[in-house]
């Protein structure tokens, strides 16, 4: 989705000069979004554990991939730590958003 593409690849942020750097900044971005979307799908497939924790979404592993390649860093310990924690919040909120809303379907 180009949608997607906007936010996560920064498919948007390229100024238009010539025809021939629009096509190649275009490419690059649809390629860096593909590789992450199937570096998502891949480990939606292989993680089938109820670990408390949300499955990695694209999002995520582009800012895993930018704070352990991109911007290495000395605290790496503490940004994926952070990653962990963000993914168990996020699947607990989940959890408290469907049981609200089964709960109010259900009041009469």
Known sequence: SFQAAKSQV??????VRRWDSWHRFTTLALAALAV?????????DQDHADN?????????????????????????????HWS???RRHQARARRAHYTRRLNLELQP
């Open 52 to 80: 408390g924790l949300i499955k990695l979404t694209v999002n995520e592993i582009r800012r895993l991939i930018n704070a352990c390649i991109i911007h290495p860093i000395s605290d790496l310990a503490h940004r994926l």
């Open 10 to 15: 920064g498919l948007d942020q390229h100024q």
């Open 84 to 86: 962990g924690w963000r």
């Open 36 to 44: 992450l979307a199937i570096c998502a799908a891949d480990i939606a």
